[in-house]
């Protein structure tokens, strides 16, 4: 984690994702992740998307209290600032996508990222490394 030390980091949604369902490969990793982001060791930055995706399962499952409990995490975890999409961050993305090819959500992250002049973006997206705006790290790079 010493690499993001002082920085400010987008947080693509799968490292939520993955630490959330305690993904086998990659928890011990998000674990750290999120343990660093709390004590202050960086700033942490992910689009309103995020919440919206990782609702998703809990709803699936008529979960409401995992659901409430999402929802409380992302308004108060230290040292994590959830961006809604603004103007500007749409114009970002529309960029993005015109020049890379990539998907609107993955499109809305970036930009989100973007705007609040992260340093690095963590997914594990393969397909991101091409951004050349944002240096994108892949969660699986991180694990070696």
Do not use: C, W
């Not at 343990?35 to 060791?41: A, Q, V, Y």
């Not at 409380?72 to 993005?96: C, M, R, T, Y």
């Amino acid at each position: 984690m010493e690499e993001l030390r002082g920085k400010v980091v987008g947080l693509d949604t799968m490292v939520f994702i993955y630490h959330f369902e305690e993904n086998q490969v990659y928890s011990s990793l998000t674990f750290s992740i999120f343990e660093s982001l709390e004590k202050g060791n960086f700033n942490g930055i992910t689009s309103v998307l995020t919440l919206l995706e990782i609702l998703v399962k809990p709803k699936r499952e008529n979960n409401s209290l995992l659901t409430e409990r999402y929802k409380l995490l992302f308004e108060n975890f230290p040292n994590l600032q959830v961006k809604e999409l603004n103007e500007n961050i749409a114009d970002i993305a529309s960029s993005l996508r015109a020049n890379y090819n990539i998907n609107t959500p993955d499109a809305i992250q970036i930009a989100t990222s973007l705007e609040a002049k992260a340093d690095i973006f963590i997914t594990n997206d393969a397909t991101l490394k091409k951004i050349s705006e944002i240096k994108v790290l892949l969660l699986s790079e991180m694990l070696k």
